[in-house]
């Protein structure tokens, strides 16, 4: 099972979205676009985001 990490060069904010991105393989712009469209929906997405943020290590 692969762990998925902060990195510490290309992060923005809290580096949730660019570690997203290497493990699936993306963009990271394009995680951090699906990310801020998300937003506009109802839902918990800012509270997971931060929960990540919290859980995730450092690379």
């Known amino acids: ?3 998925i990490t902060r990195p ?3 992060a923005w ?3 949730v979205c660019a570690g997203l991105a290497a493990r699936f393989g993306v963009s990271a712009n394009l ?3 699906l990310f ?3 937003c506009l ?3 918990p997405q800012v509270l997971i985001y931060i ?3 919290a859980i995730m ?3």
């Open 1 to 3: 099972m692969a762990v």
């Open 8 to 10: 510490r060069e290309g």
């Open 13 to 15: 904010i809290g580096g």
């Open 31 to 33: 995680v951090r676009l």
């Open 36 to 38: 801020v469209l998300s």
């Open 41 to 43: 929906l109802p839902g």
């Open 51 to 53: 929960a990540l943020w």
């Open 57 to 59: 290590p450092r690379r």
